[in-house]
C-alpha cells in the first residue's frame, strides 16, 4: 500500500514539473499575439491587396517625326585670293583676321609698265580721231574714196580696242574684295613676285552659316527645301535653328544617302566652318500626339498594352505605337485623351484588380 501510494505522488511531481516547463508555450498557442497591419499585408500578398501606383492623366502635344545625322559647318561664301596676272606686290592693305567689305582694295600690284603702254596708245588715239575726222571731211567734199576714209576708221577703232585691253590689264593689277568677309592667314609679303597660282589669303563670309548633312537614301521621299532642322555644335549644349534650302537631286550610288545644305543665322559668328554638328532633321510635326513613358508599355506576343485606370480598377489596354524616343513612345490606337494611365508598379497590377493611387501626374 505504501509502495503504490509513493509511486502516485512520483507520477503527480513529474506531471507537476512538466507542467511548470511548458506552461509558456501553452499558453502562447491558446493565445496568438495580434499581428499588425504591415504584417498582414505582407502575409496576405498582392492579390489580397490594392497595388501602389502612379498615375499620368493623358493629353495630347506635339511631336516632331525626325531624323538623327550630323553634319559639317561650312561658310556662306569662301574665295581664295589670288592674282590673275604676274607681277611684284607693290602695297598690301589689308591685315590678317580683319573684315572687309565687298570692293576694298586688298592689294596693288606693280602697273608702270602698263601705265607706259596705256599713255602711248593715248598719243596714238588722238592723232588717229585727228586723221578720221580730216578724211571725214575730205570723203563729204569728194576728195577721197570710202575705201581710204574707212582705213583711218578702222585704224582708230583698232587703238581704242587697244586701250580697253589695256585698261582691262591694269584692272587686274588691283585686287578687290568680291563679297563682304574676313581675311585669314596671309602668305605673301611686300614686293612679293607672285603669279596665278600663288596663295595670297582667303576671304570667308560665315553669316549665315551653312551646313552639309547626308540621311539615308530611304527618307528621299520625305525630305524638302523648307525643311527645319535643329542642331547643336561640339562645345557648346545651345541649340539653334536652320532651314534647308537645297537637296541633291540623286543619291549617292556609293553611300546610298542623300545630300542635303541648310542655312542658320550666324550673327554671333559663333559657328566656325568645319565645326562638327549633331542634327536632328524634322519631317513631320504632329500637333495633336498622345505620349506616354516608355516604361508604361508591356510588350506582349501579339503585340503590346498598358493598364489604365477605369471605375477604382486597372484595365488591359492592347496600344499600337508610333515613333519612338528614349524616355518616350507615341501611342497611335488605343488611348484617348484624358486616360489615367498607370505608369508605376504596374508589375503589381492585375487586369480588373483594385489600385491605390499615390501620385496623380
Known amino acids: 500500500m505504501q509502495t503504490i501510494t509513493k509511486r502516485i505522488l512520483g507520477v503527480i511531481i513529474v506531471?507537476?514539473?512538466?507542467?511548470?516547463?511548458?506552461?509558456?508555450?501553452?499558453?502562447?498557442?491558446?493565445?496568438?499575439?495580434?499581428?499588425?497591419?504591415?504584417?498582414?499585408?505582407?502575409?496576405?500578398g498582392p492579390a489580397g491587396n490594392s497595388a501602389a501606383v502612379e498615375v499620368m492623366v493623358l493629353r495630347t502635344q506635339s511631336?516632331?517625326?525626325?531624323?538623327?545625322?550630323?553634319?559639317?559647318?561650312i561658310p556662306n561664301e569662301e574665295v581664295e585670293i589670288r592674282s590673275e596676272i604676274s607681277g611684284r606686290v607693290t602695297s598690301i592693305n589689308f591685315r590678317e583676321g580683319d573684315f572687309v567689305g565687298a570692293g576694298t582694295v586688298l592689294l596693288r600690284i606693280n602697273?608702270?609698265?602698263?601705265?607706259?603702254?596705256?599713255?602711248?596708245?593715248?598719243?596714238?588715239?588722238?592723232?588717229?580721231?585727228?586723221?578720221?575726222?580730216?578724211?571725214?571731211?575730205?570723203?563729204?567734199?569728194?576728195?577721197?574714196?570710202?575705201?581710204?576714209?574707212?582705213?583711218?576708221?578702222?585704224?582708230?577703232?583698232?587703238?581704242?580696242?587697244?586701250?580697253?585691253?589695256?585698261k582691262a590689264q591694269l584692272a587686274k593689277t588691283v585686287i578687290k574684295a568680291p563679297f563682304n568677309g574676313t581675311i585669314g592667314?596671309?602668305?605673301?609679303?611686300?614686293?612679293?613676285?607672285i603669279s596665278p597660282t600663288s596663295r595670297i589669303a582667303t576671304l570667308t563670309n560665315t553669316n549665315p552659316a551653312k551646313l552639309d548633312f547626308s540621311v539615308?537614301?530611304?527618307?528621299?521621299?520625305?525630305?524638302?527645301?523648307?525643311?527645319?532642322?535643329?542642331?547643336?555644335?561640339?562645345?557648346?549644349?545651345?541649340?539653334?535653328i536652320g532651314t534647308v534650302y537645297a537637296v541633291e537631286p540623286k543619291v549617292d550610288p556609293n553611300t546610298r544617302t542623300l545630300l542635303l545644305r541648310a542655312v542658320s543665322p550666324n550673327g554671333d559668328h559663333?559657328?566656325?566652318?568645319?565645326?562638327?554638328?549633331?542634327?536632328?532633321?524634322?519631317?513631320?510635326?504632329?500637333?495633336?500626339?498622345?505620349?506616354?513613358?516608355t516604361e508604361a508599355i508591356i510588350p506582349e506576343q501579339n503585340g503590346q498594352k498598358v493598364y489604365v485606370l477605369r471605375n477604382s480598377k486597372a484595365e488591359?489596354?492592347?496600344?499600337?505605337?508610333g515613333t519612338r524616343s528614349e524616355r518616350s513612345v507615341e501611342i497611335r490606337k488605343g488611348l484617348q485623351p484624358g486616360d489615367s494611365l498607370?505608369?508605376?508598379?504596374?508589375?503589381?497590377?492585375?487586369?480588373?484588380?483594385?489600385?491605390?493611387?499615390?501620385t496623380i501626374l
Open 185 to 193: 592667314l596671309r602668305y605673301i609679303s611686300l614686293g612679293s613676285y
Open 111 to 166: 602697273d608702270a609698265d602698263l601705265q607706259a603702254q596705256l599713255q602711248k596708245l593715248m598719243a596714238n588715239k588722238k592723232l588717229a580721231e585727228d586723221n578720221e575726222a580730216r578724211q571725214r571731211r575730205l570723203l563729204e567734199k569728194e576728195a577721197i574714196s570710202r575705201q581710204e576714209y574707212e582705213i583711218s576708221q578702222t585704224n582708230l577703232n583698232g587703238i581704242l580696242a587697244d586701250i580697253e585691253n589695256l
Open 63 to 73: 511631336l516632331d517625326d525626325k531624323i538623327l545625322t550630323t553634319g559639317t559647318i
Open 15 to 44: 506531471l507537476l514539473i512538466i507542467g511548470i516547463a511548458f506552461y509558456p508555450r501553452l499558453k502562447k498557442l491558446a493565445n496568438p499575439p495580434e499581428e499588425s497591419p504591415q504584417a498582414a499585408a505582407g502575409k496576405a
Open 270 to 293: 559663333r559657328l566656325v566652318p568645319g565645326a562638327f554638328a549633331r542634327i536632328e532633321l524634322v519631317l513631320n510635326a504632329k500637333g495633336n500626339a498622345i505620349i506616354v513613358p
Open 316 to 321: 488591359a489596354i492592347s496600344v499600337e505605337l
Open 342 to 358: 498607370i505608369t508605376t508598379g504596374i508589375q503589381l497590377v492585375k487586369p480588373g484588380g483594385s489600385v491605390d493611387v499615390r
Open 216 to 240: 539615308p537614301a530611304k527618307y528621299a521621299d520625305a525630305v524638302r527645301k523648307g525643311s527645319t532642322i535643329r542642331f547643336t555644335v561640339e562645345g557648346s549644349d545651345n541649340q539653334r
